[in-house]
């Protein structure tokens, strides 16, 4: 199946700093990438979607100036947690579709964020 | 709104067991839905994908059944193993939800030696 992957796998970082992850579509185009959060235990929660040349599509309760997105190819998509705070530590999974609504997405392996 | 719900939440068998785990949706006005594996620490790796006008798709061991007029789909795990134990998570895509995948809770299997 198609590969998508995630950098860095892991990261700390002091409150009050910003964290940027980045999710790479391997062996294909994607041309809409979603953002999801999991907290421990909990399932995943989407935060948003983005198409390659346009504005992401933040969700309900998601603060669009705290969590930037850019999709600025169609193989690269990037989450910056803005000022990181102890309450953002969460598991932060990417994943990508090449095609239209009803293709399969597939995800990336997630990105641990501590925030101390 | 879209709800998801997965029985059981938890799962302990010993190996060689076949077992059924249940997932039901709300909304039957679906594209498809998918049975998800997630180990722990780790992303998902997509198991099986089921058209809104399938009623099952199968892969090796695996057999994923979609009833959508009452909303339920099974993952059936034939003759289950050690390295199946994760959580096995399914996820409808509606049709009025644009994109959106929506969860469910999961189902944490334990396949005992």
């Known amino acids: 199946g198609a590969v998508v992957s995630q950098h860095p796998s892991w990261v700390i970082c002091k409150s009050g700093t910003s964290v940027k992850i980045e999710c790479r579509s391997l062996d294909f185009q994607a041309t809409t990438m979603f953002w999801y959060r999991q907290f421990p235990k909990q399932s995943l929660m989407l935060m948003a979607t983005?198409?390659?040349?346009?504005?992401?599509?933040?969700e309900q309760g998601v603060e669009k100036d705290k969590f930037l997105i850019n999709h600025a190819s169609l193989t690269l998509s990037t989450l910056t947690v803005t000022s990181a705070h102890p309450e953002d530590s969460s598991f932060y999974i990417c994943s990508a579709r090449a095609g239209g609504i009803g293709e399969t997405q597939y995800f990336g392996p997630g990105t641990r964020l501590l925030v101390l | 709104k879209q709800e998801v719900t997965q029985i059981p939440a938890a799962l302990s068998v010993p190996e060689g067991e076949n077992l059924v785990l249940n997932c039901s949706f709300t909304d039957s006005a679906i594209y498809n839905l998918q049975w998800f594996r997630q180990d722990p620490g780790k992303g998902l790796t997509s198991l099986l994908l089921i058209q809104s006008s399938q009623r099952e798709q199968t892969s090796g061991r695996l057999n994923a059944s979609l009833d959508k007029s009452s909303g339920r789909s099974t993952l059936y795990i034939a003759a289950s193993q050690p390295g199946d134990s994760a959580t096995y998570l399914c996820a409808v895509l509606k049709i009025a939800s644009g994109s959106r995948l929506t969860f469910g809770e999961g189902t944490q299997l334990t396949v005992n030696p």
């Open positions: 983005s198409n390659e040349g346009s504005k992401a599509t933040y």
